[in-house]
């Protein structure tokens, strides 16, 4: 009988033997009635001469095939019956595990979005990141310069094409069909696309041909993504061959990439793609020479180690053209790495492992928990087990039994930990907006799914199996006695529990330590002083449209306006730009210089002099900006302490720096330093203050080597009385006016780019607050259910004690001792291991060490107190236990 048949015609064929089984008895009967013998007396024999009739249904229901299946079907719904009877423990064992596959499923979804998700590329695998490098290995983060791009292409041998790209200077605004979007603008290598392995999937790509310094055939032109294609233009069929303004440029379109295509990869970007033209700045190896990100497409047979090898060498002899030491030193290797590895920074990598594995130990705690739930389960049906042992079930179909209730089990709690897990992954897509620079879905895929199944599978196996094998390979004789329940193997598997629930205890204080220490350096860096105020302020950031104000004076047409337009508003007190606010993210500017005949870097900003008024920066010697530092007068920058204190002429007295001539702000005439701020926190509140140049917004002209930068981006900082909510809207308006452009901009509060510093560290307090305290509450409710049975078991014991004389106080003790034993023992090794591995949570810490002794100490205490209380009910229970009704309930 096929599968088919079986399903649909089992119990037609079950029917369809029944009666012919009764057929050919009735036949036999008849016969020997036929012979003279009596009805009775023939049906005796028939049945006696045709011996056991169940034993024959099942070999001839066995012959069909498919007996397996039956088998699990019975199973399967005695199962369910047994669940049905027991609603608490269901509950209890499905809530449990669902909690520990849901966090397990929802980190394994942010893991496989950020670092598991294949690129829309064709075999990326191939594809490698080239990064410059010292002679350390250090990466330079600003990519190369053409000139070694092109020298690379030329010696080696390990790459099918190297290709590279370079984002578009500024802002870049496309017109649409009805407004203009901000895109991401990329200027392109003209094989980039083959280097990939993607065409368009309308028109096509660029015509490949050497890069050179004058217009190739393919000047001019546009690729679209098909994220602008559908938005800007509808998804119009005959966008091929139209002409789309980027900025102010006029650009044909000539082709649309595929969906999902993104380069480089950001799945929430809207792009497009221009041919890439090289400038004079690119014929020579200086700080002033641009660089590019560079990718590459390895052959066949040549690995990632090979590759590095070859281009170190090649890199040897180019960096020997470069005329400044320091320089050459800086571009002295190569670093070459997966591309795919290459878009996940290493500290993301790190938190996003170090949280999978804190996931998986809430998911060991889970199934050690449910393990203990199982086997004071078999222990209850230890008499159930033996009758059906004794009336001849094997011990495989015992086992069976027992783990197909473990897979029934486990299939629910991953339905609710599929809620769960949704759940959380939102949460986490709601923090990684201010946290991680990741777009991370709720949606489940393949690898999601196989996990979940995986997940699943391993739990019913962990949690069942044992207590399942334990079960069945019992002694049938003592359970079937009188109190059997009572004997045999109950206080091996007392010990086993006991075990377990120690290693729950070891395993909660783990995240419990590594919460604590979050929590600690939270604290700690909430209370780090920042050198400003940020009471009171609002914070627009915003992405300057420079199209919009070419040939004029971005200081002049725009910021100047605007702040006088944002100080009218009704209390407001003050309002100034900065290119970045403290702890902000916007647009972070690296100037390099000489000073002494010394190369130096140093972080540089653009201020407004009123933007002193509105953070209160203090100041260590000298002056801020005023109102007379203008286009026409003595240029003035402003230093702080850390750049005064690598850099004055006397480390002794960092204010000897004042008057220094520093930096050209116009053509021969060198800015003076006229001020010197005190440290402040400037990217993080865990860092320490960078040498950081200061110049003023009013003094930067057009003819200005630094005029560029101030016409990309800007935060717009005010200092109000005013609620968020009723002065955002009066600030937008004001910002559609100076450009429509800057309507969208992000505006928040000083206090919540101070909260949102945190980053990673309140995420990572967070999601570990949810399974710490997850964590503490099984282990808890473990040991509160090992006492309790015990204490249930005993209970003969307890009585005969009471009843020779024992004092209920020594019964309490008695209970307390062993759950203290436990605790113990699970907080010396928890402890232990928590010291051990407290290098996961390292990079995260803040004025806090991975050993902590306030840490460490209080989360013992914590187990301490929780694992007393929760043993407490049942050795108040174990002391009031009545002698009388206990050895009469025997």
Not at 2 to 25: C, G, P, V, Y
Not at 541 to 553: T, W
Request: net charge positive; proline share 4%; aromatic share 8%.
């Amino acid at each position: 009988m096929n599968l088919w048949q079986w399903l649909f015609r089992s119990e037609a064929r079950k029917s369809d033997l029944d009666a012919e089984i009764a057929t050919h008895m009735e036949m036999a009967v008849a016969d020997r009635v036929a012979r003279g013998e009596d009805s009775e007396a023939a049906r005796r024999g028939v049945e006696r001469e045709f011996g056991n009739s169940a034993l024959v249904k099942d070999i001839t229901r066995q012959s069909w095939g498919w007996g397996w299946l039956e088998r699990l079907q019975q199973d399967l719904k005695y199962a369910l019956r047994q669940l049905r009877k027991s609603p608490g423990f269901a509950f209890t064992v499905i809530g449990t595990l669902g909690l520990g596959i849901g966090a397990a499923t929802a980190m394994f979804t942010v893991v496989d979005h950020v670092m598991l998700r294949p690129l829309p590329y064709q075999d990326a695998g191939k594809l490698v990141a080239i990064h410059e490098a010292n002679s350390q290995g250090k990466e330079i983060d600003s990519g190369a310069p053409w000139l070694d791009i092109e020298a690379w292409g030329g010696q080696s041998h390990s790459f099918e094409q190297i290709a590279f790209s370079g984002r578009l200077p500024g802002r870049t605004y496309l017109q649409g069909n009805t407004t203009s979007m901000q895109v991401g603008g990329v200027s392109v290598s003209p094989n980039l696309f083959p280097v990939l392995g993607v065409s368009p999937s309308l028109g096509r790509g660029f015509v490949q041909e050497p890069v050179g310094f004058t217009p190739g055939k393919d000047a001019n032109t546009v690729v679209l993504s098909d994220a602008v294609w559908k938005t800007a233009y509808g998804a119009d069929p005959k966008i091929l061959g139209k002409i789309v303004k980027i900025n102010a440029d006029s650009y044909t379109v000539i082709g649309v990439m595929p969906p999902g295509f993104h380069y480089p990869f950001d799945p929430s970007a809207l792009q497009v793609w221009i041919p890439f033209q090289l400038a004079d700045r690119d014929k020579t190896r200086t700080d002033a020479t641009w660089s590019y990100e560079v990718v590459a497409r390895l052959r066949y047979g040549t690995n990632i180690e090979a590759a590095a090898t070859e281009l170190n060498a090649i890199q040897k002899r180019v960096a020997v053209n470069y005329t400044d030491s320091e320089l050459r030193e800086q571009r002295s290797g190569i670093a070459v790495k997966s591309y795919a590895d290459s878009l996940v920074k290493a500290d993301l990598r790190k938190a996003l492992l170090a949280l999978l594995a804190a996931s998986g130990v809430l998911w060991l705690i889970a199934c050690v928990n449910v393990t203990n739930l199982l086997l004071a389960r078999s222990s209850a049906r230890h008499r159930e087990i033996a009758m059906r042992g004794a009336l001849g079930a094997s011990r495989w179909r015992l086992t069976q039994q027992l783990i197909i209730e473990g897979l029934v089990l486990s299939g629910a709690a991953a339905s609710l930990g599929i809620l769960l897990s949704i759940w959380a992954v939102k949460l986490f897509q709601h923090a990684t907006v201010s946290h991680v620079p990741i777009h991370i879905s709720a949606g489940v895929n393949f690898n999601i799914l196989a996990a979940l199944v995986g997940l699943t599978l391993l739990s019913a196996m962990l949690s069942s199996a044992w207590p399942a094998l334990m079960a069945a390979y019992a002694p049938i004789g003592p359970a079937l006695k009188q109190g059997g329940q009572q004997s045999g193997i109950s206080r091996a598997q007392n010990r086993v529990r006991s075990v377990l629930v120690v290693t729950e205890i070891a395993m909660s204080l783990i995240l419990l330590v590594a919460c604590g220490l979050l929590l600690r350096t939270i604290y700690t860096l909430r209370h780090v002083p920042l050198g400003y105020r940020t009471d009171h302020i609002i914070v627009a950031s915003l992405d300057i449209p420079s199209y919009r104000f070419a040939g004029g004076n971005t200081t002049t047409d725009l910021y100047e306006p605007l702040l006088e337009r944002v100080e009218r508003l009704p209390r407001v007190q003050a309002a100034g730009f900065m290119s970045q606010v403290p702890l902000g993210q916007n647009f972070n500017i690296q100037l390099g210089l000489r000073l002494n005949g010394r190369s130096i870097s140093s972080k540089l900003k653009f201020v407004s002099p009123s933007i002193q008024r509105i953070f209160a920066f203090n100041m260590l010697a000298g002056r801020f900006f005023n109102e007379q530092d203008t286009a026409t007068s003595q240029p003035a920058i402003v230093v702080n302490r850390a750049f005064a204190r690598l850099h004055s002429p006397d480390k002794h007295d960092p204010a000897a720096i004042l008057g220094t001539h520093l930096l050209n702000l116009r053509k021969n005439t060198e800015a003076q330093i006229i001020g010197i701020l005190d440290d402040e926190k400037q990217k993080s509140i865990a860092e320490p203050s960078q040498p950081e140049v200061e110049v003023s917004i009013s003094q930067i002209t057009p003819d200005s080597g630094l005029y560029q930068p101030t016409t990309m981006a800007m935060d717009l900082a005010l200092r109000t009385d005013r609620s968020p909510a009723s002065i955002i809207p009066d600030l937008r308006s004001i910002l559609r006016k100076a450009s429509p452009e800057l309507e969208s901009a992000t505006i928040i509060t000083m206090d919540q780019i101070v909260e949102d510093s945190y980053g990673s560290q309140t995420l990572a307090a967070h999601l570990l607050e949810i399974f710490g305290g997850s964590a503490l509450l099984l282990c808890v409710a473990g040991l509160y259910g090992l006492l309790a049975y015990i204490v249930t078991q005993r209970t003969r014991e307890i009585g005969v004690r009471i009843a020779l004389g024992a004092q209920r106080g020594n019964v309490l003790w008695l209970v307390l001792r062993q759950a203290g034993a436990m605790v113990i023992a699970g907080v010396v090794i928890g402890t232990g291991l928590a010291v051990l591995g407290g290098k996961l949570v390292r990079s995260y810490l803040y004025g806090v060490s991975t050993h902590d002794a306030w840490t460490l100490g209080a989360v013992a205490l914590l187990l301490l107190v929780c694992g007393l209380l929760a043993a407490w009910l049942p050795a108040r229970r174990a002391a009031n236990v009545n002698p009388v009704e206990a050895l009469r309930a025997e």
